[in-house]
């Protein structure tokens, strides 16, 4: 069975980046789409970014557009989520999350139950 863990989130400055990583464990990563969520209490949990199976997709919220950067890799196993420009608002907990139903060229957060597995997450606070 697959398992995701997250790792890399921490405590940045506005305006300062972070990456993080979402390593498999149990199966080849690159047979899913993989999506970043986040969540902060009491709000709703956000999709913000996902890369399908291909690694030829990648699709991202407008809240973090052209800030943060979706990328895998199959050696390793993992897909990163690079963070820039971050801002206290970017301040959540990051889950990753597996799709393995998704066609090799289609990514969405749209629908979360499609997304089968999901790592712990890790905290990320954006603080001067």
């Known amino acids: 069975q697959l398992r995701l863990v997250e790792s890399g989130g921490g405590l940045v400055q506005p305006g300062g980046s972070l990456g993080l990583s979402c390593a498999g464990h149990?199966?080849?990563?690159?047979?899913?789409?993989i999506g970043w969520f986040r969540q902060t209490p009491g709000k709703e949990r956000e999709g913000i970014s996902c890369i399908s199976s291909s690694g030829y997709v990648r699709n991202y919220a407008d809240s973090v557009k052209g800030r943060f950067t979706i990328s895998r890799d199959t050696i390793s196993n993992t897909v990163y989520l690079q963070m820039d420009s971050l801002r206290p608002e970017d301040t959540a907990i990051y889950y990753c999350?597996?799709?393995?139903?998704?066609?090799?060229?289609?990514?969405?957060?749209?629908?979360?139950?499609?997304?089968?597995?999901w790592g712990q997450g890790t905290q990320v606070t954006v603080s001067s």
């Open positions: 999350a597996a799709d393995l139903l998704a066609v090799s060229n289609m990514c969405t957060t749209d629908v979360e139950s499609d997304y089968t597995y």
């Open positions: 149990g199966y080849d990563l690159h047979h899913y789409a």
